[in-house]
């Protein structure tokens, strides 16, 4: 069993930058890839970044390339996505998973799943 927290979200004004957290608890032998997902109202959820814990290899979704990165805290099980230059468009809902490996565009692949943290981002 894996259990995941997110942290980090909040208001901000577009330009900005936030880093949101993600701590892990459970079965650490249960996954390989911890990723951040988001969720706009009536959406899919889409990846945006994943690290696989144990290489520290990263992942990123175009759209988020270059503006967001991702890390982690191995040792206190913490993944890390560090976003700047916000923008409204980045107002969602965002989410951390993990899974045995990283399917940026397959979150079904993810079995443990964070309850969220909202981004605002204001003009």
């Known amino acids: 069993q894996v259990q995941l927290a997110e942290s980090g979200g909040g208001s901000v004004q577009a330009g900005g930058s936030l880093r949101l957290s993600c701590e892990a608890s459970?079965?650490?032998?249960?996954?390989?890839?911890v990723s951040w997902f988001r969720q706009y109202p009536g959406k899919e959820r889409k990846g945006l970044a994943g690290i696989l814990t144990g290489a520290g290899v990263t992942y990123y979704d175009d759209s988020v390339r270059g503006r967001f990165t991702i890390s982690q805290d191995f040792a206190q099980n913490l993944v890390f996505l560090q976003m700047n230059a916000l923008s409204p468009e980045d107002t969602a809902m965002y989410y951390c998973?993990?899974?045995?490996?990283?399917?940026?565009?397959?979150?079904?692949?993810?079995?443990?799943w964070g309850r969220g943290t909202q981004v605002n981002v204001s003009a």
């Open positions: 459970g079965d650490m032998y249960a996954f390989n890839c």
């Open positions: 998973a993990a899974a045995k490996y990283c399917y940026l565009h397959l979150p079904r692949e993810y079995p443990y």
